[in-house]
């Protein structure tokens, strides 16, 4: 190879000049190759973490606490589903038969879709929070009831709700898997097919929910129930999903629950389930009704 000539003063100059911002820009090229890709840098909130595997990450709000800036900045930043805590349960809803009540239901709605989150409903048919008649109801009557609720409820909110968790808690702790007994079991075992039945056809868009707890291991009895009862289901309507109730709360803050992807009639993955080969935490104790 030829021999060059070493560069003037000038450029040398210039070589000094350039030398610290090429070092700079260097590093800055190290650092971006070091730095998490834009899919895990973007994971900045509950919501947006959730969505990286398909999932939502969901919160309880209380319509009591809409006028708490704090409270509903948290509940706006982080997550990107509601369900109102209480305000859509049945007692709530309907306190006298026949006569429903949403204003305070709609207050939550209202402020999720006004802040561009979906709506879960939260809850059709459920052993507890009855108003006062229709614990006092047995048999064909609180059947009827039951259906009069759902039409009622899904009627108002009819396209609006992105998913109804329409039956709770039907299954009894413990590791008997058995159903647990309640006023709406005892109006006999097909209960839960007729309110997803009902459902359906109240609001043929919504996705239709059962909802439990103490569900997270694949290994438990009451998880393997609720996994058949879906599973086994002769009405298409009540195999739509099943989602495990995961609750945390610290004063001041909404109340979160995550959820699993929005359909599932085969059995939850590794990833979401623990497997059945590991050492699992026992059941937790029941959680404070939201």
Known sequence: MGSQALPGAAVRRKIRVLLPTLLVGALGVVGALAAPPPAQAAEN????????????????????????????????????????????????????????????????YNWAVQNGKQVRGHTLAW??????????????????????????VMAHYKGKIAQWDVVNE?????????????????????????????????????????????????????????YAMVRTSSSAACRSTASASSRTSTAGVPTTATSAPPCRTSPPSASTWPSPNSTSRAPRPRPTPA
């Open 127 to 152: 052993h507890s929070q009855q108003p006062g008649w229709m614990q006092s109801l047995s048999g064909s009557a609180l059947r009827q009831a039951m259906i009069d609720h759902i039409n009622g």
């Open 45 to 108: 909130t509950l919501g947006a973490a959730a969505a990286q595997s398909g999932r939502y990450f969901g919160v309880a709000i209380a319509s009591g606490r809409l006028g708490d800036s704090a409270y509903t900045t948290i509940a706006n930043r982080e997550f990107n589903s509601v369900t109102a805590e209480n305000e859509m349960k049945i007692d709530a809803t309907e306190p006298q038969r026949g006569q429903f009540n949403f204003s305070a239901g709609d207050r939550v």
């Open 170 to 226: 039907a299954f009894a702790d413990g590791s008997s898997g058995a159903r647990r007994d309640s006023n709406l079991q005892r109006t006999g075992n097909d209960w839960i097919e007729v309110a997803f039945r009902t459902a359906r056809a109240a609001d043929p868009s919504a996705k239709l929910c059962y909802n439990d707890y103490n569900v997270e291991n694949w290994t438990w009895a009451k998880t393997q129930a609720m």
